[in-house]
């Protein structure tokens, strides 16, 4: 069974920045989707951004991040990352990692066709 691990969140001011670390132990990222999503008290889980290892397509960004957040993979060390710049109050939330199970499946921003999903690291952004 795989089990995300967040790591990295914490609290900053605003304009400052944060990486999230997501290790994924025993998965295999061929071909699959993986992901960064966040939810905010009393707001829906939505997605921050994607990234589909295999078809050389670019990663998905939600327009509130664009420009700002950056999502990468390790493979070597079987981790996800979201270097998050430029935070403002709106990115206040807790931010999940999240790794779909079955390969060629594409990538999507609704958050139950993700199969692992991590605890949550916190991201707190003080003005």
């Known amino acids: 069974q795989v089990q995300p691990v967040e790591s990295g969140g914490g609290s900053v001011q605003a304009g400052g920045s944060l990486r999230l670390s997501c290790a994924l132990s025993?998965?295999?990222?061929?071909?699959?989707?993986m992901g960064w999503f966040r939810q905010a008290p009393g707001k829906e889980r939505e997605a921050v951004a994607l990234i589909y290892d295999g078809g050389g397509g670019r990663p998905w960004y939600a327009d509130s991040v664009k420009g700002r957040f950056t999502i990468s993979q390790d493979d070597a060390k079987n981790t996800l990352y979201l270097q998050m710049n430029g935070l403002h109050s709106d990115d206040a939330a807790m931010y999940y990692c999240a790794a779909d199970r079955d390969a060629y499946a594409g990538c999507t921003v609704v958050a139950r066709a993700f199969d692992y999903w991590g605890q949550g690291t916190q991201v707190t952004v003080s003005s």
């Open positions: 025993g998965y295999r990222f061929s071909n699959r989707c």
